[in-house]
T-cell receptor, first 113, second 113 residues
Framework: GENVEQHPSTLSVQEGDSAVIKCTYS??????FPWYKQELGKRPQLIID?????GEKKDQRIAVTLNKTAKHFSLHITETQPEDSAVYFCAATSNSGYSTLTFGKGTMLLVSP | NAGVMQNPRHLVRRRGQEARLRCSPMKGHSHVYWYRQLPEEGLKFMVY????????ESGMPKERFSAEFPKEGPSILRIQQVVRGDSAAYFC???????????FGPGTRLTVL
């Protein structure tokens, strides 16, 4: 089945810096890659997603890049703010065709003022 | 525009009791996924259901766990004879079927004493 690796597990940055989180996946048939933000005790919330027919997608301060050949995708957050502090999860669809998501283990992002 | 609803939000059970977790998908969504999140870990897929059908239960433990999504009413995840290792946050997510985007509920935090 699909395997998703996520790095780093923790990331500390100063407010205004950029943050990058990287994920790799194993199933070359995976075609959908969402990123979720989860604040403590809250539900995962979709912040951006990308499909395999696109190499890059941007939404204000957040961007995602996808390299299908290397089977890795990354989340980029620019001009970080303290409210960006949360756990971020990458995910990929499995090869079952049922849109089942396989998640990475998460990155705890801490943005210091 | 109600999102995905789950109840109860917190559930405490003693070892050997039964736990019933309920999930009401977003209006118009007929696909429900259940995920389990252990402390400081990512989300693990458990089961995928459509109305009255279990589509993929490859992530479900073989014993004590069952799920249903009846024609009327919420989807239910049932855990019989709970053990301490069942303590976790259980999230459901729904999608419309025409996209890959899954929207998560607030989760049920199960504590087994």
């Amino acid at each position: 089945g699909e395997n998703v690796e996520q790095h780093p597990s923790t990331l500390s940055v100063q407010e205004g810096d950029s943050a990058v989180i990287k994920c790799t996946y194993s199933d070359s048939a995976s075609n959908y890659f969402p990123w979720y933000k989860q604040e403590l005790g809250k539900r995962p919330q979709l912040i951006i997603d990308i499909r395999s027919n696109v190499g890059e997608k941007k939404d204000q301060r957040i961007a995602v890049t996808l390299n299908k050949t290397a089977k890795h995708f990354s989340l980029h957050i620019t001009e970080t703010q303290p409210e960006d502090s949360a756990v971020y999860f990458c995910a990929a669809t499995s090869n079952s065709g049922y849109s089942t998501l396989t998640f990475g283990k998460g990155t705890m992002l801490l943005v210091s003022p | 525009n109600a999102g995905v609803m789950q109840n109860p939000r917190h559930l405490v059970r003693r070892r050997g009791q039964e736990a019933r977790l309920r999930c009401s998908p977003m209006k118009g969504h007929s696909h429900v996924y259940w995920y389990r999140q252990l402390p400081e870990e990512g989300l693990k897929f458990m089961v995928y259901l459509q109305k009255e059908n279990i589509i993929d239960e490859s992530g479900m433990p073989k014993e004590r766990f069952s799920a249903e999504f009846p024609k009327e009413g919420p989807s239910i995840l049932r855990i019989q004879q709970v053990v301490r290792g069942d303590s976790a946050a259980y999230f459901c997510a729904s999608l419309a079927g025409s996209t890959d985007t899954q929207y998560f509920g607030p989760g049920t935090r199960l504590t087994v004493l």
